[in-house]
Every structure is written in C-alpha cells, then in structure tokens.
C-alpha cells in the first residue's frame, strides 16, 4: 500500500512540473487542429516537447524537441501556413550570453514539417534553416538579427522559399522594415536596408506606382534611423519619378533639416503649398509650418 501510494505521489509530482500550452491550428495540419507543447523539468533543466492533436483526440508526438541548451528554451509560438502544402511550425528561443566573448541575444530555432499522414511527419530541413537564426551581438562586433521570427514574416518567407525566390521580395522587406520602425529598432532598420539590399530590390522591382510607397517608406525609416544621406538619394531618385508626390515633400524636408535647414525649407514651403491648394490645410503638421517660414 505504501508503495501504491509512493508511485502517486511521484506522478502527481512529475505532472506539477510539466507546464501545457496549447494553439488552435487554422488552417488544420493534416488531421490535427491543435499542437499542444509540454514543459518537462530535469536535472539539467526543462525540455519542451510537442504533439499534434487530431480531431479523435489521438496526440502524434513531434520528432523535434527543445532540449536545454545553457538555459532552458521558450516557445515562441507554434502555427500553420497554407501554400502550395500546409506547412506546420514552431519556434523556440534560448537565451544567449557569452560575455568573454562579446555574445548576448538569443536564439531562434524554427521547425517545419509536412505530411499527409501525421503517423508521418515530415521535417523540411531548408525552411527550418531559413527560418531559424541568432539575433544578438556578435564576438568580433556588430549584430546578427532573426528577420523572420514574427509569425506573419515566418509565413511570407516560407511562401516565398516554396515558390523559388530566394532573396526577400519588395513586400516582405517592406513588412520587415515595418517591423523594427514600428519596435524603433533604428540598428536593425540600417543593417537591413544595407547598400547591397536597396540595389538589389531597385534592380528586381523598379521604382514605379506599385513600388513607390515601399520606396517611400524606406527613405523615411533610413531617416528615422539617423541614415540622413542615404534617405536623400532615396527620396530625391524617387522624386524624379514623382515630383508632385506630396508626403515625399514632406519626407525630403525633415531629412534635409539635419543637414541643410536652407535647402529644407524649400521643401517645407512645396508641402505646405500643395497641402493648402489641396483643401488640406488642418492636416499640415505644426513643424512643417513652423519650418516652412524658416529664414
């Protein structure tokens, strides 16, 4: 009786340790329209393990699990995306720190897999690649980043990967550009629309009515993130395409007052000019007022 009641006791014990969490999969994977993820406490720290649930309720284990690997890791988030296959995914993080050596951030570890049958699941070893990687500093300096750990830019890369394009789209760079404005991640923002990228994606998608508003918006983030110059030659290339753009006005004063007040109030005087004949007045921004009478 003792025993019987020992072994309990050890049950109970090991269940108070394990940490569920479960995500409703739209659309379903296969048969499976829930994952559910288990937390295990260890002597060397808490694994995370994974299950698919299908709609009889019968769990098919993951292959994949997150071992503790100088800290225990956490899942970010787990979700379907619907292309050419349905493609099942998570996501788990490890704290990076290295100071000897000048490492601190973290790791993101993405899997993908497939499958028709989920008694056979199916690892795909390019996308997990591709979406997985170190966000953080870097021992000889500088930073790495994780461009697609959000959910919406995972989904758009795998889109992308599973139709060839190996180089990020317009929209997808557009969207993670969006991204790290919207946190203020200035660093990342210069570090991603490198020379290199903004040559690259003019060449494979031109300056043109679809793509001025990407264009736009990157001379605007390069401005935010303190990238004066290199906004200017994007903004003014994009002005000879559309001289009468208004916000463009707008954009190519606020960076030029950093640098040459004279030539900004120029443009503030165009903006507020067009805003007015436009019937726009209330919208005209205090400082482009302000700033439009400069001397």
Not at 134 to 144: A, D, F, H, R
Not at 202 to 215: E, F, L, N, Q, W
Request: hydrophobic share 35%; net charge neutral; charged share 25%.
């Amino acid at each position: 009786m003792k025993k019987i009641i020992f072994s309990l006791l050890l049950g109970y014990c090991s269940l108070s340790f394990a940490e569920v969490k479960q995500y409703v999969l739209n659309p379903v994977f296969s048969t499976a329209g829930k994952a559910e993820f288990v937390m295990y406490a260890g002597d060397q720290g808490q694994t995370l393990k994974g299950s698919l649930i299908a709609q009889n309720g019968k769990h098919f284990d993951l292959p994949d699990a997150c071992e503790p690997e100088g800290g225990d890791a956490e899942l970010k988030d787990a979700f379907t995306v619907k292309g050419k296959k349905t493609y099942f995914l998570f996501t788990c993080a490890w704290s990076v720190k290295h100071s000897g050596i000048g490492l601190n951030g973290t790791q993101y570890e993405t899997y993908v897999y497939t499958s028709n049958d989920l008694a056979s699941i199916e690892k795909v070893k390019v996308l997990s690649q591709n979406l997985s990687a170190y966000e953080g500093s870097l021992e000889g300096g500088g930073n790495s980043y994780a461009w697609y750990a959000q959910r919406k830019l995972s989904a758009e890369k795998i889109m992308e990967l599973e139709s060839g394009k190996t180089t990020d789209s317009l929209t997808l760079a557009h969207d993670i550009v969006l991204a790290r404005l919207k946190d203020m991640d200035y660093d990342a923002v210069k570090s991603y629309l490198s020379h290199e990228r903004l040559e690259q994606l003019k060449s494979d998608y031109p300056i043109g009515i679809s793509t001025v508003v990407a264009y736009n918006d990157f001379g605007y983030a390069l401005a935010q993130a303190g990238e004066y110059e290199k906004a200017y030659q994007l903004l003014t290339e994009i002005e000879k395409s559309f001289p009468d753009r208004v916000v463009l006005k707008l954009n190519i004063a606020d960076v030029l007052w950093e640098t040459n007040r004279a030539q900004s109030t120029v443009y503030y005087k165009a903006y507020v000019d067009l805003m007015q004949k436009s019937g726009k007045a209330k919208l005209i921004p205090a400082k482009a007022l302000e700033r439009s009478a400069n001397k």
